[in-house]
């Protein structure tokens, strides 16, 4: 939680220092918020499973309320959370998608959205339904674990090939990167959502001892403590290209 403390300063400042926000579109938002994209990472495949969990919890909902009416509680301490998860969503769609370089602040939102909205559904019913909704649940969060270790298979030994040559280059230079695409698997395809290759290439600065990453856009910014190699002394004189 303290870093969304630091989002949201960083948001309330962007509010005073930008005259306004990068907007995707209602229909963007609306695939979004119904895609449950805070939780689609690489490939469209776990949509469908999120509209699972999604109908699953929305007969959560409607079987939470028709509990709660039908024992006349109209107003519990849970409801708090369905306050903030109403909050949430209003923040969702009124937000910009980025402020400045800092971007996902829909993402960041979106993510807590159905958190919230977990505690104010009733657990005690039927132990038919607990048990229904539990296996229901299970075998969602399966799907999404075992298609998302899949993809992170998959990628992990693409990156190790791209960072193959980690330990040849030499001390006291500089490298930049060069690719058509930081989007494009062998094995997944177009990568949608992330581009899993652009800073796996940070690496070889990491494990070499005063290496210059040129092309690491971090230090355009002046909240990132990598401003060294940000000059124009530098501009054509990479040692070492990375393709």
Do not use: C
Not at 43 to 59: E, K, Y
């Amino acid at each position: 939680m303290p870093i969304y403390f630091v989002l949201a300063t960083y948001y309330l400042q962007s509010l005073k220092d930008l005259s306004s926000g990068n907007y995707r579109g209602i229909k963007w938002i609306w695939e979004y918020f119904w895609g449950v994209k805070s939780i689609v990472y690489f490939t469209d495949w776990h949509i469908p499973v999120n509209h699972a969990l999604l109908g699953v919890l929305g007969l959560a909902a409607v079987m939470s309320l028709i509990y709660r009416i039908s024992r006349k509680e109209w107003i519990k301490q849970s409801d708090l959370f369905l306050l903030i998860s109403i909050i949430f969503t209003f923040m969702f769609f009124r937000a910009p998608w980025s402020f400045g370089p800092g971007g996902w602040i829909n993402d960041r939102i979106h993510l807590y959205i159905l958190l919230m909205l977990a505690p104010w559904l009733i657990h005690n019913g039927h132990r038919v339904f607990q048990v229904g909704f539990t296996l229901a649940l299970v075998v969602i969060t399966l799907l999404h674990f075992g298609r998302t270790a899949y993809d992170h298979g998959r990628l992990s030994a693409e990156m190790a090939e791209e960072v193959s040559a980690v330990n040849l280059i030499e001390p006291h230079t500089t490298y930049t990167i060069r690719s058509s695409s930081w989007n494009q698997s062998d094995s997944l395809g177009n990568v949608k959502y992330v581009a899993p290759f652009l800073h796996v290439i940070a690496l070889y600065d990491i494990v070499n001892k005063d290496i210059g990453h040129l092309a690491n856009y971090e230090a355009n910014y002046n909240y990132f403590p990598v401003n060294f190699f940000n000059h124009s002394f530098y501009n054509g004189k990479e040692d070492y290209v990375v393709a």
